[in-house]
């Protein structure tokens, strides 16, 4: 977790960090997202999305994609950086729904 002033560069030292820990400034292997509000779990681990023809089918989201590119490649280190992670609703994002008794 990386917690500076506004505007000093967090997202920059974060990509800079991560790519210390891989060894190497490879995009392949990083993945960097933003959280806002509307964000969700459908968004970020699986969730329903509507077809072309008025169905829904079941769609992987941004962590589980990476995480079996991840799976894929065992010997390689993979980093995933969470930018903005207060702005989200973290309940909703990771585990699905409003908690009881938050708002």
Same mark, same amino acid.
């Given at each position: 977790?990386?917690?500076?002033?506004?505007? $000093? *560069?967090?997202?920059?030292?974060?990509?800079?960090?991560?790519?210390?820990? +891989? *060894?190497? #400034?490879?995009? /392949? =292997?990083?993945? +960097? !997202?933003?959280?806002?509000? &509307?964000?969700?779990?459908?968004?970020?681990?699986? *969730?329903?999305? @509507?077809?072309?023809?008025? *169905? %829904?089918?079941? #769609?992987?989201?941004?962590?589980? =994609?990476?995480?079996?590119?991840? =799976?894929?490649? @065992?010997? #390689?280190? %993979? $980093? %995933? $950086?969470?930018? /903005? !992670?207060?702005?989200?609703?973290? &309940? #909703?994002? %990771? $585990?699905?729904? /409003?908690? @009881?008794?938050? &708002?």
């Amino acid at each position: 977790m990386i917690k500076l002033a506004l505007g $000093v *560069g967090k997202t920059c030292v974060a990509r800079k960090l991560a790519y210390a820990f +891989m *060894g190497a #400034q490879d995009d /392949e =292997r990083l993945q +960097m !997202i933003q959280f806002h509000q &509307s964000y969700s779990y459908d968004d970020f681990t699986r *969730g329903y999305c @509507p077809t072309g023809s008025g *169905g %829904f089918r079941l #769609q992987d989201g941004v962590f589980l =994609r990476f995480c079996d590119k991840a =799976r894929c490649d @065992p010997d #390689q280190a %993979f $980093v %995933f $950086v969470i930018d /903005e !992670i207060n702005r989200g609703n973290l &309940s #909703q994002i %990771f $585990v699905g729904r /409003e908690l @009881p008794g938050r &708002s």
